[in-house]
């Protein structure tokens, strides 16, 4: 399946899961639980694939410090550029690895601040269907939504922002 061809696949299922998601959770007046609850569009949905996108872009063209540049962390609900540890966690991750392409896998909207964006690396096409040799790498990142616009912040278990998730990676 060519990039193209999973960027229509994707966003039809995240659009599938949205329709889920908001059939299930009903109409109410504002109470504490429906600000839990983040209303979700399917702009909501084509920004962040859209983002995902423009991420792996970034890193199938060598543009590392770009595709990291991307990437933030989340302190006390400001945006901040990743700090040299995490930086240089990430600089690795994605100068050692050169996959074929990257996929997304899944994405859940849980809160505005509390996203996943489950998405791999592919190493190599398997031979046939019987090959059951593991050839994905998998990483995640955590979308926010800040005055209405979305960016990609870190996902790493010692990062507040993921300690504190419902979601669970």
Not at 100 to 116: A, G, H, K, N, Q
Request: with cysteine; proline share 2%; hydrophobic share 35%.
């Amino acid at each position: 399946m060519t990039l193209k061809n999973n960027y229509w696949y994707t966003l039809c299922m995240a659009l599938v899961a949205i329709c889920l998601i908001t059939g299930c959770s009903g109409k109410s007046e504002k109470s504490e639980a429906a600000e839990e609850t983040m209303t979700l569009s399917a702009n909501d949905t084509t920004a962040v694939v859209d983002l995902m996108h423009q991420y792996f872009d970034k890193l199938m063209s060598k543009d590392f410090d770009g595709a990291i540049a991307m990437i933030y962390q989340l302190k006390n609900d400001s945006l901040l550029p990743m700090d040299s540890t995490v930086k240089k966690h990430y600089d690795m991750g994605v100068k050692l690895i050169v996959p074929l392409r990257y996929e997304m896998e899944s994405m859940v909207f849980e809160t505005e601040s509390d996203c996943l964006v489950k998405y791999s690396a592919v190493l190599f096409e398997k031979e046939n269907d019987k090959d059951n040799r593991p050839n994905k790498m998998y990483y995640a990142v955590k979308p926010v939504r800040q005055d209405g616009k979305w960016y990609l912040t870190v996902s790493d278990k010692n990062d507040m922002n993921t300690r504190d998730s419902k979601i669970q990676l």
